[in-house]
């Protein structure tokens, strides 16, 4: 286990939150201190932090780590884990059938340019970069199923994925904690500002991978 600014990661990822491993302490305590547990808990809890410690584990953005192991960009998959900011919560599956139903569905959504663009989009997400600097805007009417693609980018990218408001994001410094370790923040209500304030597209696009 590794502690990274406060956080705790293991080759899965990221470990809840530290509220969530304090009383994990208290209860394997409990049996055996009669007072001061809360305490005592969140001493351990400190010195959890320093055993831990480690400095930012490095991205890399030639693999992707998945439930089941590492995909290669080249190609290769190893069952081997590794320490990671991000896992998805997804397994690699060499002889997977075609997403017909999603295909379907994009199908009669998008135009097939626009399939390939959302696509590209799809898998840029997966990787920890913004060297792109792109956020994607769908588009469209109430009611025709871009929400859709946002729960399938939920399944794929699991706690990697944050949603949020872009207008939030720009005033509280709480809103950008929150997007740290994540790969993608989906946001299904800020069009209309970001129309207003075009200037903000060009500081987002550095630092998160976003979906409107």
């Given at each position: 286990?590794?502690?990274?600014?406060?956080?705790f990661f293991d080759v899965n990822g990221a470990i809840g939150d530290?509220?969530?491993?304090?009383?994990?302490?208290?209860?394997?305590?409990?049996?055996?201190?009669?007072?001061?547990?809360?305490?005592?808990?969140?001493?351990?809890?400190?010195?959890?932090?320093?055993?831990?410690?480690?400095?930012?584990?490095?991205?890399?953005?030639?693999?992707?780590?998945?439930?089941?192991?590492?995909?290669?960009?080249?190609?290769?998959?190893?069952?081997?884990?590794?320490?990671?900011?991000?896992?998805?919560?997804?397994?690699?599956?060499?002889?997977?059938?075609?997403?017909?139903?999603?295909?379907?569905?994009?199908?009669?959504?998008?135009?097939?340019?626009?399939?390939?663009?959302?696509?590209?989009?799809?898998?840029?997400?997966?990787?920890?970069?913004?060297?792109?600097?792109?956020?994607?805007?769908?588009?469209?009417?109430?009611?025709?199923g871009k929400s859709r693609i946002g729960r399938v980018?939920?399944?794929?990218?699991?706690?990697?994925?944050?949603?949020?408001?872009?207008?939030?994001?720009?005033?509280?410094?709480?809103?950008?904690?929150?997007?740290?370790?994540?790969?993608?923040?989906?946001?299904?209500?800020?069009?209309?500002?970001?129309?207003?304030?075009?200037?903000?597209?060009?500081?987002?696009?550095?630092?998160?991978?976003?979906?409107?």
């Amino acid at each position: 286990m590794k502690c990274i600014h406060g956080t705790f990661f293991d080759v899965n990822g990221a470990i809840g939150d530290a509220e969530q491993i304090k009383a994990e302490i208290y209860y394997k305590i409990a049996p055996y201190v009669t007072s001061g547990i809360a305490k005592k808990a969140t001493t351990l809890l400190d010195a959890l932090r320093i055993r831990c410690y480690s400095p930012p584990i490095p991205y890399q953005t030639d693999r992707i780590h998945v439930a089941n192991g590492t995909y290669f960009l080249s190609g290769d998959f190893s069952a081997q884990k590794e320490f990671c900011m991000n896992r998805l919560p997804v397994r690699y599956a060499p002889d997977a059938p075609e997403p017909s139903q999603w295909l379907s569905f994009v199908g009669q959504l998008l135009e097939p340019e626009d399939i390939i663009t959302l696509q590209e989009f799809m898998g840029y997400v997966l990787q920890p970069t913004t060297k792109g600097q792109k956020m994607m805007i769908v588009i469209g009417k109430g009611g025709e199923g871009k929400s859709r693609i946002g729960r399938v980018l939920r399944a794929l990218l699991g706690d990697s994925m944050n949603t949020g408001s872009i207008q939030k994001v720009e005033v509280d410094r709480f809103a950008r904690a929150d997007l740290e370790w994540k790969l993608l923040m989906l946001d299904c209500y800020s069009l209309v500002y970001l129309n207003q304030n075009p200037q903000f597209f060009s500081k987002l696009n550095k630092v998160w991978d976003i979906l409107i």
